[in-house]
């Protein structure tokens, strides 16, 4: 038997029927894709790219505000030194590598031959002398032989002038007066041969004093050869250094020939090879930063001298026409023009122990100032000492 509800009602169960479907949305929503996984490269990519570009254009910045090269070379004046005749060397008065002052001897030819030109030259002189004390005395011999004929001409005048009026008058023979005129006649060819004897002996004896050709020629000659003397001995023109010294004693030395190499210590320079695309900023006058390999450690200012004006480009000409020269590289590779840097100071500031054609770092300060020169300076600082290790 059924048991109902405890309050005695009989129970009631609703009737649901059949389910009604839900209305559809106003708009319909379209399903959402799933969210990418994050790639953890990306950041760094990025980093990488804008360093790189930073790179770059810090790079591009110094190179043209800071230029420089490690290719520098220690240049100097080199003379080759010659003597200025030929001769024997007798003596060699410098060692390899030594320092010399300017006027100092550095090696002699043996100078017999020129003392006997120069005593010949000075015979030659006193002799020439002697011919003109001569030819003054034969001036003066022919100026008297002038004033002889001349007084003689006069008195075969006055007779001839004389024996005339008388002829005329009869009181003489015609032959007398054939005679005077024959005697004046003669005096007058005298008169004229002394005169012409005189301007020979004249020409012959010329201007006096050194302003006579015959004293200046042997006055010339005694010079020359007291100059050839004088330059036997070979001398340093300027405070050098005199290396690859290969002379001796007994070797015959020809005129205009180097006998040695002098290194001329009053002027030295910094040769250093910068690209074309370097130079646009780069003037005379500018800044620099110079470091030699042979003094690591330290730094030197100096300031650019010149800047070459062009270079040797290598294309040789056969008959007037421009040789084509080849090339398969896919980039034409850049030419270097030399630029001249000097030491600040001078000689004065240049340091010791720096050989010529030694190993320099060069940086030019294009645009002076800022942070383009800090970091040039700091860079040639980490340069400095680190050419302690090679």
Known sequence: MPVGPASGAPASVPNPGPARPAPPPAHPVAPRPAAPASNPARPVAVLTV???VALVAGYVTLDRNAPGSSRGTVSASIVQMAPRVSGEVVEVMVTDDSIVAAGQALFRIDPRPFELAVHQA???LAETGQSLDASTASLAAAQAAVTQSDAALETARAEAARTQRLEERGVVAKARGETARNALSQAEGQ????RASLESARAQLGPKGRDNP???AAEAQLARAQYDLASATVVAPHLGVVTNLTLSPGQYASAGSPALTFIDAAAAWVTVDLR??????VAASDPALVLFDSRPGEVFDGRVQSVAWGINPGRSAQGGLVVNQSSNRWFEPARHIPVRVEL???MDGWPDHVPVGGKATVTILARPGGVTEAFARAVMRVRAF????H
Request: net charge negative.
């Open 50 to 52: 804008l360093l790189l």
């Open 386 to 389: 680190t050419s302690y290790l």
């Open 344 to 346: 600040a100071g001078g």
């Open 214 to 216: 015959a004293i200046a």
């Open 122 to 124: 000075e015979a030659a």
């Open 191 to 194: 008169a004229e041969a002394a």
């Open 276 to 281: 074309e695309n370097q130079l646009g900023n």
